[in-house]
Nanobody, 122 residues
Framework: QVQLVESGGGLVQAGGSLRLSCAASGRTFSGYVMAWFRQAPGKEREFVALIIRDGSSTLYGDSVNGRFTISRDNAKNTVYLQMNSLKPEDTAVYYC???????????????WGQGTQVTVSS
């Protein structure tokens, strides 16, 4: 079992920045691929970014590529999402997820946090 707790969400103006954190506990954090997804009201859960176990490789969704950066600190059991140049369409609940596999599909992730709200005002 892996327990995930997100933090860092909030209200920000368009063009601003936020950094989300996801603290993990339980099994060995460094053994998991970590990902961020988001879900806006009435929409499906969308892949945002993932980072492999040692942090040497990342993958981003098309809508955030170039604006968001995912990173991890295995010594602190934490994964981060730095979000820059935020747009109103980035407004969503952001979820942290963990799995042993590398995938963009939310269906394949076994462990999820409770989510943190990000609201971007225009």
């Amino acid at each position: 079992q892996v327990q995930l707790v997100e933090s860092g969400g909030g209200l920000v103006q368009a063009g601003g920045s936020l950094r989300l954190s996801c603290a993990a506990s339980g099994r060995t954090f460094s053994g998991y691929v970590m990902a961020w997804f988001r879900q806006a009201p009435g929409k499906e859960r969308e892949f945002v970014a993932l980072i492999i176990r040692d942090g040497s490789s990342t993958l981003y969704g098309d809508s955030v590529n170039g604006r968001f950066t995912i990173s991890r600190d295995n010594a602190k059991n934490t994964v981060y999402l730095q979000m820059n140049s935020l747009k109103p369409e980035d407004t969503a609940v952001y979820y942290c997820a963990a799995d042993l596999r590398v995938s963009r599909s939310s269906r394949l992730y076994d462990y999820w946090g409770q989510g943190t709200q990000v609201t971007v005002s225009s």
